[in-house]
């Protein structure tokens, strides 16, 4: 069965510091989002993506954040100057038009 | 904003009991849908619901959506230690984005 695939599993990252979060969504789906996860905490909706552009994104996604398809397969997050707070676990995750969502295992981000 | 609450919080069961997890939602949904979190692992799609008072059933799984498309419930039957994980019931209004709930965490004594 196909997946979403995820890079790195972990990142350790200075605070400060930028970080690349990369995704391989499933090869025909046109929908891709990013989610995130403090750790013990509810899946937080960042943004979606579709047609090259963002579709949406919620509050938490402000000027620190931004998102690219580079290519043809892969879907990233880039986080510039990472606080503290930044510290959780993020999903990406695509789907086919209002279909189920399907998520990768997921990288674990943790802010020095 | 639109915001989904779940209850209740944790659940602990003997394994053999039944469980039920609720999830209510501000706002009117177009569809709602279920995931399971187990500990370390990411959300694996369950079901989806589309329309007023639908009920599914997977094996000793039953959905349900409300009349209204503001609630849901999943019930789990003579529970078993590979239930164990966090229930996430997810909904989405007219946009393509999931207001994932706070989850219920689902603990099973053997």
């Known amino acids: 069965e196909p997946e979403v695939t995820q890079t790195p599993s972990h990142q350790v990252t200075q605070m400060g510091q930028e970080v690349i979060l990369r995704c391989v969504p499933i090869s025909n789906h046109l929908y891709f989002y990013w989610y995130r996860q403090i750790l013990g905490q509810k899946v937080e909706f960042l943004v979606s993506f579709y047609n090259n552009e963002i579709s949406e994104k919620s509050e938490i996604f402000d000027d620190q954040f931004s998102v690219e398809r580079p290519d043809g397969s892969n879907f990233t997050l880039k986080i510039r100057s990472t606080k503290l707070e930044d510290s959780a676990m993020y999903f990406c995750?695509?789907?086919?038009?209002?279909?189920?969502?399907?998520f990768g295992d997921g990288t674990r981000l943790s802010i020095l | 904003g639109q915001q989904v609450m779940q209850i209740p919080q944790y659940q602990h069961v003997q394994e053999g009991e039944d469980f039920t997890t609720y999830c209510n939602s501000s706002t009117t949904l177009s569809n709602i849908q279920w995931y399971k979190q187990r500990p370390g692992g990411h959300p694996v799609f369950l079901i989806q619901l589309v329309k007023s008072g639908e009920v599914k059933k997977q094996k000793r799984l039953t959905f349900q959506f409300g009349e209204a498309k503001k609630n849901s419930s999943l019930h789990i039957t003579a529970t078993q230690t590979t239930d164990v994980g966090t229930y996430f019931c997810a909904g989405r209004d007219s946009s393509y984005k999931l207001i994932f709930g706070s989850g219920t965490r689902l603990l099973v004594r053997p």
């Open positions: 995750a695509s789907s086919d038009p209002l279909g189920p969502q399907h």
